[in-house]
């Protein structure tokens, strides 16, 4: 892959060029372009071949987080069976996490895949916010401030799992609603996020996102016939905190396969470099061509005032 | 405005001296030198007037509502659609179209091309109006609108692609109103202003020229946010700027080509002989501009084509949708342009610029809605939500009006400058 | 007939103490309490009467005890190191398997590598990952309350008094 490498080489010297040129861009984008995710950061790897479907996460998270009442209780199961717009049930300003079946041809139990932030790597969430409400902590969560948000849901478009949510409810407090991995309840007192402790099959494991990877990779080898030879989120998006096995394909397990191997922010990377060349090249290059523009002008009137000397 | 037409051969008040000697006061010059009973009259007698009051009587209510209930009394508040038709009409729709300050700014101050001087302050305008409503759509839209000036003053984000619009748009659009305001100062008669705001025009459009072309194509940018959402024929990660700012050119061009137009058509009695003289000409000039920058669309978009190798989405669906895309929004006004330019059709340009303004919010709306999520399903907005957008669109139109009306955008002033 | 679950322990440790474990000598069923009542965990649920005497005559013991009742391991991944292990001091299932999980220790102790079972599930874990697939397998009750019923704490939990509580089919 030559032509992605030099790309990438280019692309460093247009963010140290952007460095240089706005100071105020450095730390961020230097640190960018070199983040790797934080070496003990937490993670949870969900094994869907575990999953029974029995909605204690859901019901968990509405207790730790507070959140609304449900419409239906967590133990009424005819809630996989709905649809929006043909789409399975997915996350809203009432519920952080959700979990859907999944009916494969071919496989005798239906599965059941819970969803959730993923707590990325290198959020795309985050980098796409222009306030700065989100923040990667060092334990792995992707935590967001509602006092610095202004609503403009960007966040949202970006996000390659469509977690983050708005309370579009509220008109006077209104906020993004999504899962903070339990941040400032349990994770920061080295706990396991609700879901996690309520899950009856252990279908979640906490743990250091590289022993999780490292957990992974040992349950496909001891059970090659049970599981996909892939982990679901180790590179997807830049890898995130949260990741999954599956004993089908992924795509048929809901999965979005199409998201990319790598951070969303490289995408707007090769935008973010060329600014700060506009910034410098454009005022010399049309003054220049309004002095050429100009010329005739001026050498019309230097003539005239010589002639009438 | 009839009886303009009807009673008087001279426009009115293009000077602050009236006929009698006196000098006009504010309210007369508001009044356009009506009474206020002839004003009413003449307002009351137009059925474009009904039409407006008819959108503000519904859309007025439903905007109340959407600040006092919240956004999702308005619209289907949707979190996988979370831009609406709020920002894909109004931000990622007029922005384009305003792009004709600045290239218009360009053409006369940098290059140097006095013939479209006749035309430029509506260009100007053009642009001021559009961003600042475009602004407007954005504090519609925006969950918490009391904190717009946050990105700017609170907390800061500068790592990421709004950012950049967030404050090229801000800068832009003072820069706008110093450029637009040399028309107001002559009108309000305060020469010291005008004469600071001459001297600094160039510096003025340069900064327009680095603003635009790094906010349009930002805005296209925040398209790259969402490589997985958008439909691969409708973003092409390294080109997206580039499209988005390659087309905002012909864009900004035809709004002032359809603006000039419709200036010439229904306000004829403010314009003076120097506009109305030389609209077509420019709108000729304006056309070939127009011709070229849809030829480079055209070919820079294929080539987003062959550069991620989508060759094969052509043959589905989306393919043919995209397709008729181009060839409705690019191909069409790009013929129409060029044979009427070299035929010196003036019509025809004005009906291409028409097309590609119409094909420019089609491409948009695309964009930022139509062929977002395209794996998913197409929501449709709800019918409050298409309300409060031609309502705020009317409010442009009635802000546009009555600039145009008072101030010397289509004559010049025959009072000292 | 109901045996509390402390005296079972009581008496087999008692009873593995008196006896110094040969290979020779597996545990049996008959070795076995006829009923275990499951509460270690019963906060949400009620306690869990198990019939083990029923289930030993579904299942071999090493279906559920892995190799620590003697029998031989047929598991690949565990016949690696447990192909002849000889029974074991500790059979019940709480006595490997932590009521307590993911606590901090624990997890900074998976990322030792010479640490072997760093996937051993816990306590809940280990109950449900080994009695749902064979009651799945076997048509047995699989719905959470085919096996306990919810407390009050559990029907709060699960927000079953709120709203449509009639369309609620546990």
Not at chain 1, 29 to 48: C, H, I, K, R
Not at chain 2, 283 to 303: D, M, S
Not at chain 3, 149 to 154: F, K, N, Q
Request: aromatic share 12%; charged share 20%; hydrophobic share 45%.
């Amino acid at each position: 892959m030559p032509t992605l490498i030099d790309r990438r080489r280019f692309l460093r010297g247009g963010l140290l060029a952007s460095a240089a040129a706005t100071v105020s861009l450095a730390p961020a984008q230097t640190e960018a372009a070199s983040f790797e995710g934080y070496p003990n950061a937490m993670g949870v790897l969900v094994d869907l071949s575990r999953c029974v479907g029995c909605r204690s996460c859901e019901a968990a998270c509405n207790k730790e987080q507070q959140l609304p009442a449900p419409e239906k209780p967590f133990n009424d199961f005819s809630v996989f069976d709905e649809l929006h717009h043909g789409q399975k049930r997915r996350t809203d300003e009432t519920r952080y996490t959700v979990v859907n079946r999944y009916d494969i041809p071919g496989r005798e139990h239906p599965l059941f895949r819970k969803i959730q932030c993923n707590h990325c790597q290198e959020p795309a969430c985050l980098t796409s916010c222009f306030v700065n409400a989100y923040t990667k902590t060092p334990e792995g969560a992707v935590v967001y401030d509602p006092d610095v948000c202004v609503g403009c849901r960007t966040c949202m478009i970006a996000c390659p799992f469509l977690i983050p949510t708005f309370r579009y409810s509220s008109a006077f407090k209104p906020r993004i609603m999504k899962c903070v991995f339990c941040y400032d309840t349990r994770l920061t007192k080295g706990l396991p996020p609700a879901c996690v402790e309520a899950c009856p099959q252990e279908a979640l494991t906490f743990g250091r996102r590289s022993d999780l990877v490292t957990m992974g990779r040992q349950r496909i080898r001891e059970n090659p016939s049970a599981y996909v030879d892939h982990i679901y989120g180790e590179h997807e998006a830049g890898g995130t905190a949260w990741m999954y096995l599956s004993p089908a394909p992924f795509d048929q397990a809901g999965f979005d396969t199409s998201v990319p191997k790598e951070p969303i922010l490289n995408y707007v990377k090769d935008f973010l470099g060329i600014v700060p060349m506009v910034l410098t090249i454009w005022p010399a290059l049309f003054a220049g061509f309004h002095l050429l523009a100009h010329r005739k002008e001026k050498m019309q009137q230097v003539n005239k005032n010589e002639g009438e000397v | 405005m009839r009886t303009f037409i009807a009673n008087n051969q001279v426009i009115p008040i293009t000077n602050h001296l009236r006929p009698d000697g006196g000098r006009w006061t504010i309210r007369e010059k508001l009044l356009l030198g009506l009474s206020w009973d002839q004003y009413r009259a003449q307002f009351l007698r137009n059925p474009v007037n009904w039409a407006l009051c008819f959108v503000f009587a519904v859309g007025v209510p439903i905007l109340l509502q959407r600040y006092l209930f919240g956004l999702g009394s308005i619209t289907h508040a949707s979190n996988d659609y979370p831009w609406g038709l709020f920002l894909g009409f109004g931000l990622f729709g007029m922005v384009p179209l305003s792009a004709s300050g600045f290239l218009l700014g360009t053409t006369v101050e940098i290059f140097g091309r006095k013939d479209f001087v006749p035309i430029e302050r509506l260009a100007l305008l053009n642009g001021l109006l559009g961003y600042f409503f475009a602004v407007v759509y954005l504090e519609v839209d925006l969950g918490m609108p009391w904190r717009l000036y946050y990105p700017m003053f609170v907390s800061l984000g500068p790592a990421a692609v709004l950012f950049l619009v967030a404050w090229h748009v801000a800068t832009y659009l003072s820069v706008q109103i110093a450029e637009v305001s040399s028309a107001y100062f002559e009108w309000t008669g305060w020469l010291k202003g005008k004469r600071f705001v001459r001297s600094i025009t160039i510096g003025l459009t340069i900064a327009g020229i680095i603003l635009s072309t790094l906010h349009q194509g930002a805005l296209g940018a925040l398209f790259n946010y969402a490589p997985a959402k958008v439909h691969p024929l409708w973003l092409s990660a390294s080109f997206q700027w580039i499209h988005f700012f390659c087309s905002a050119i012909f864009a900004g061009l035809s709004m002032v080509i359809v603006a000039g137009a419709l200036c010439k058509r229904h306000l004829a009695w403010r314009c003076d002989r120097r506009f109305l003289d030389n609209v077509d000409q420019c709108t000729l000039g304006l056309g070939k501009g127009c011709a070229y920058a849809l030829i480079t669309y055209l070919v820079i978009k294929v080539v987003g084509v062959a550069h991620d190798n989508e060759w094969a989405y052509l043959l589905t669906g989306w393919g043919r949708y995209f397709l008729l895309e181009m060839a409705l929004a690019v191909v069409l006004p790009m013929c129409l342009f060029a044979y009427g330019v070299k035929h010196r059709r003036v019509g025809l340009v004005r009906w291409a610029a028409l097309i590609s303004v119409l094909g420019i919010v089609w491409n948009r709306l695309n964009t930022a809605m139509i062929c977002f999520n395209w794996q998913l399903y197409r929501e449709v907005p709800h019918w409050k939500e298409i309300w409060v957008t031609v309502t705020i669109f009317a409010l442009y139109f009635v802000v546009y009006r009555f600039i145009l009306y008072r101030l010397p955008i289509l004559y010049q002033w025959q009072g000292e400058k | 007939m109901r045996t509390p679950p402390r005296t079972v322990l009581a008496a087999a440790v008692l009873l593995l103490a008196g006896t110094p474990p040969l290979p020779g000598l597996a545990l049996d069923q008959y070795d076995a309490p006829e009923t275990v009542v499951i509460d270690s965990l019963a906060r949400l649920y009620q306690p869990v009467r198990f019939s083990h005497i029923r289930h030993t005559k579904l299942a071999r013991c090493k279906d559920c005890h892995h190799h620590t009742t003697g029998q031989e391991d047929t598991d690949s991944n565990c016949f690696r190191c447990h192909a002849y292990s000889p029974e074991a001091s500790i059979v019940s299932c709480k006595d490997c398997h932590t009521g307590k999980q993911f606590y901090p220790e624990q997890v900074a102790a998976a990322g030792n590598p010479n640490l072997y079972h760093i996937d051993k599930p816990g306590l809940k874990g280990a109950y449900h990952l080994n009695c749902i697939p064979c009651h799945v397998k076997k048509n047995a009750p699989s719905g959470c309350e085919g096996c306990h019923a919810l407390t009050d704490a559990g029907r709060a939990f699960f927000r079953v008094d709120s709203k449509n509580r009639g369309s609620a089919t546990p």
